[in-house]
């Protein structure tokens, strides 16, 4: 399993990375990205705290774990210089907190995400326009179907705008404490709900995850992997 918007208590999730690390290896984790939530204040004292930690944790476990952020209610006007700030400091995915249905998200954070160059998903983009989900798509930004209350509310509409649109999604888990973390049946249920076919659940749970992991420089990929590039 693949999942790239998870919590610690560097945020508001209640485990140590290392341990959040530890519990989603067994829950037979691949891959995984951790992103706390950021802004300008608390920045650099995620991302030093991250590489840290999941770089011991891939190092000793059969996992590769990523540090990374998930940009959160900072100024739409600022986003970009987050993002790039996040990427210095060695942050190797960048999420943006987007514009769910469920918060008073600023209006615009959708697109400036997407328009900036430096993020790589934008986290449950609620009732995204088919233009951002067209901007997405040329940008190569990530849209995420959310396995999370209250986000995953619009996850049928983001698959539709983002098939229409040729975006690529991907499903994540924005897990805060351990029975948040994906399971191999919930993924299935939620592709299922959110009105996908198999082979593009497939898309979205395999092959939709390891594309984004090779555009970053890691190919967890077989040979044999189908590329199916459906959303």
């Known amino acids: 399993m693949y999942d790239f918007h998870t919590h610690t208590f560097l945020s508001d999730g209640v485990l140590s990375p290392i341990e959040l690390i530890r519990r989603a290896l067994i829950r037979g984790y691949k891959a995984m990205a951790v992103t706390d939530h950021v802004g300008v204040g608390n920045l650099e004292f995620v991302v030093k705290t991250l590489v840290k930690d999941c770089a011991q944790a891939t190092e000793r476990w059969d996992i590769l774990a990523l540090p990374g952020v998930e940009i959160t209610h900072v100024p739409k006007h600022d986003i970009k210089m987050v993002a790039e700030a996040a990427k210095r400091l060695g942050a190797k995915i960048v999420t943006v907190h987007g514009e769910t249905i469920v918060e008073p998200v600023e209006p615009g954070t959708n697109e400036a995400a997407i328009r900036s160059g430096a993020v790589d998903i934008l986290a449950h983009p609620g009732l995204i326009s088919y233009d951002d989900a067209r901007f997405a798509a040329e940008n190569d930004v990530y849209l995420e179907v959310s396995a999370?209350?209250?986000?995953?509310?619009?996850?049928?509409?983001?698959?539709?705008?983002?098939?229409?649109?040729?975006?690529?999604?991907?499903?994540?888990?924005?897990?805060?404490?351990?029975?948040d973390l994906l399971t191999a049946e919930i993924t299935h249920k939620i592709a299922k709900g959110a009105g996908l076919t198999d082979e593009d659940a497939h898309a979205l749970l395999q092959v939709n995850p390891q594309k984004l992991l090779k555009r970053l420089g890691y190919d967890l990929a077989s040979a044999t992997e189908p590329r199916i590039a459906t959303p």
């Open 148 to 179: 999370r209350k209250g986000h995953s509310l619009t996850n049928g509409h983001v698959v539709k705008v983002a098939r229409e649109a040729g975006a690529y999604t991907v499903l994540d888990s924005d897990a805060h404490e351990p029975d």
